[in-house]
Structures are given as structure tokens and as C-alpha cells.
């Protein structure tokens, strides 16, 4: 059984950074819903160090009607 880990409307992209590697290393899913406090364009997270989020099962929805 897998894990989902719902972010909803996260602001500060460390934060979300520690919980998708988090995410990554017990193979959990992670769902992020929008709006975010941050950009997800690539030059964004490299700059952020966030440049594995291509290893994370991701989902991103654009309201939490989506979500459900």
C-alpha cells in the first residue's frame, strides 16, 4: 500500500522540498494543491535545490475540488 501526502496550498518551497524527498525515499505519493506560494518551472527549483523532483510520484491538482 502506498502512502499519499496532500499538501494543501503550500507556501514556502523548503518546506515542500524536505517533505517530497521525504516522500521519495518511502516511495509515498505527493499532492500538491494549488495555489502555491512558489513556481514549479525548473530554473525555480534548481535555484531552490530542489532538482530531484523529477524522482517524485507527483500530482498536482489546481483547486482541492480537484483533489477530490
Same mark, same amino acid.
Given at each position: 500500500?502506498? =502512502?499519499? $501526502? $496532500?499538501? $494543501?496550498?503550500?507556501?514556502?518551497?523548503?518546506?515542500?522540498?524536505?517533505?517530497? =524527498?521525504?516522500? *521519495?525515499?518511502?516511495?509515498?505519493?505527493?499532492?500538491?494543491?494549488?495555489?502555491?506560494? @512558489? *513556481?514549479?518551472?525548473?530554473?525555480?527549483?534548481?535555484?531552490? #535545490?530542489? +532538482?530531484?523532483?523529477?524522482?517524485? +510520484?507527483? /500530482? =498536482?491538482? /489546481?483547486?482541492?475540488? #480537484? @483533489? @477530490?
Amino acid at each position: 500500500m502506498k =502512502i499519499n $501526502v $496532500v499538501l $494543501v496550498e503550500p507556501e514556502i518551497p523548503q518546506n515542500t522540498g524536505n517533505i517530497a =524527498i521525504t516522500c *521519495s525515499c518511502t516511495n509515498s505519493k505527493l499532492h500538491l494543491i494549488k495555489p502555491l506560494g @512558489f *513556481s514549479l518551472e525548473e530554473k525555480y527549483l534548481k535555484r531552490a #535545490g530542489l +532538482d530531484y523532483w523529477d524522482k517524485i +510520484d507527483l /500530482e =498536482i491538482y /489546481e483547486n482541492l475540488d #480537484g @483533489f @477530490f
